[in-house]
């Protein structure tokens, strides 16, 4: 069964560099998505991309963070300037359509140091 | 925020049916409930879904109310491999991403 990929599983960072989470969503899904989970927190919602532009992002993507599809199979999450409280793991996950399942990768833990 | 309400917690013996409740009273006529869950260190896995009907899959099947108030899933014959947390979540039709809330952390024991 087709699955979202997340790369790397864990990435370390110090505070102020700026890190790349990359995912490879499903092959034929066109919508795609960023969350993250603080440890011992709720799956929080960062942002939704579709044709190549966010759809939706929420109050916690500020201007440190961006998205891109830099080509036909590779989804990333770029925060600019590390934070301690960037320290999570990020999800990537990606959907057939706006109302179909979204299907999620086994995430990326970030640590910040 | 999350339009459902779960309990915190609950236990299932192995071999039995797992029966997760989720209340969602003010759910609206073109909003469905999904289910996901997340094993621990895993990203959430997406599980059943509906709209008026019930559902069955290979995973479980999804019981909603007729006032659609209310649903639960079931796990037909928890296995150990079931301990996780399960989310209830109301997504409207057109709304392409799902929020989560903080879901019951089912156990399942031997």
């Known amino acids: 069964e087709p699955e979202v990929t997340q790369t790397p599983s864990h990435q370390v960072t110090q505070m102020g560099q700026e890190v790349i989470l990359r995912c490879v969503p499903i092959s034929n899904h066109l919508y795609f998505y960023w969350y993250r989970q603080i440890l011992g927190q709720k799956v929080e919602f960062l942002v939704s991309f579709y044709n190549n532009e966010i759809s939706e992002k929420s109050e916690i993507f500020d201007d440190q963070f961006s998205v891109e599809r830099p080509d036909g199979s590779n989804f990333t999450l770029k925060i600019r300037s590390t934070k301690l409280e960037d320290s999570a793991m990020y999800f990537c996950?990606?959907?057939?359509?706006?109302?179909?399942?979204?299907?999620f990768g086994n995430g990326t833990r970030l640590t910040v140091t | 925020d999350a339009k459902t309400t779960q309990p915190t917690s609950m236990d299932c013996a192995e071999g039995r049916a797992a029966n997760l409740p989720c209340n969602h009273s003010?759910?609206?006529?073109?909003?469905?409930v999904y289910w996901y869950r997340q094993i621990h260190s895993q990203g959430p896995q997406y599980i059943i879904h509906g709209l008026k009907n019930n559902e069955t899959n290979e995973m479980a099947s999804l019981i909603i109310t007729e006032d659609r108030k209310s649903s639960t899933l079931i796990l037909p014959h928890a296995t150990l491999r079931d301990t996780a947390v399960y989310y209830c979540?109301?997504?409207?039709?057109?709304?392409?991403?799902?929020?989560f809330g903080k879901g019951t952390r089912l156990h399942i024991l031997p």
């Open positions: 003010t759910i609206s006529g073109n909003e469905y």
């Open positions: 996950a990606s959907s057939r359509e706006t109302s179909s399942p979204l299907h």
């Open positions: 979540i109301v997504r409207p039709n057109r709304d392409d991403k799902i929020i």
